[in-house]
């Protein structure tokens, strides 16, 4: 039985699931998105996402230093550390947390495995404008407000001056058909 444990193991022994995470992680912090099934971008999640927040962590030259071995002891890859440190790390300074976002692609051909995309939050652009425009107040849509509005744009029009063209276009009557 396994209660409790909440480790998905991915079919593999511990020493074959570490490798793969800490590939999967490099992959991520290089390209910034990685496409692999949908377990696997899970599991990705809980192990990447711990190392990004070491890197906001670092306030001292010694305390930089440190973090700086501990996510190399993960990841085993110099070039990523150095990517991790330089690149994502101020960029994700000021987010609270949730750096990684899973979007779902559907179903593998092949074995008809759950394929995943996933990827650093603040490196997406499609995404990124949107963030501008959600940080504006959320506009109440309710049906009175429309004859508000109406009726604004009526007095506006009214304290507006009028024109020949418009003020021959007033006097006509509407025809009816009798």
Known sequence: MRHGDKIN??????????????????????HKRIVTTLAKA???RTYVEPLLTKTKKADTKEAISHQHR????????????KELFTVV??????????YT??????????????????????????YGKGIAKAAEPAKKTRRA?????????????EAAPVTEASAEVATEEPKTEE
Do not use: C, Y
């Open 9 to 30: 193991n991915l079919g593999r022994k511990k020493a074959h699931r570490e490798a793969l995470l800490s590939n999967l992680a490099i992959a991520l912090i290089t």
């Open 42 to 44: 899970k599991a990705l």
């Open 70 to 81: 501990i996510i190399f002891s993960h990841l085993q890859d110099k070039a990523a550390t």
């Open 89 to 98: 790390g101020p960029k994700i300074a000021s987010r609270p947390g949730g």
């Open 101 to 126: 976002r899973i979007i779902k692609l559907g179903i593998r051909p092949g074995d008809n495995a759950e394929k995943a995309m996933i990827e650093l939050v603040d490196f997406n652009e499609i």
């Open 145 to 157: 407000g429309a004859a508000k509005k109406k009726a604004e744009t009526a007095a506006a029009t």
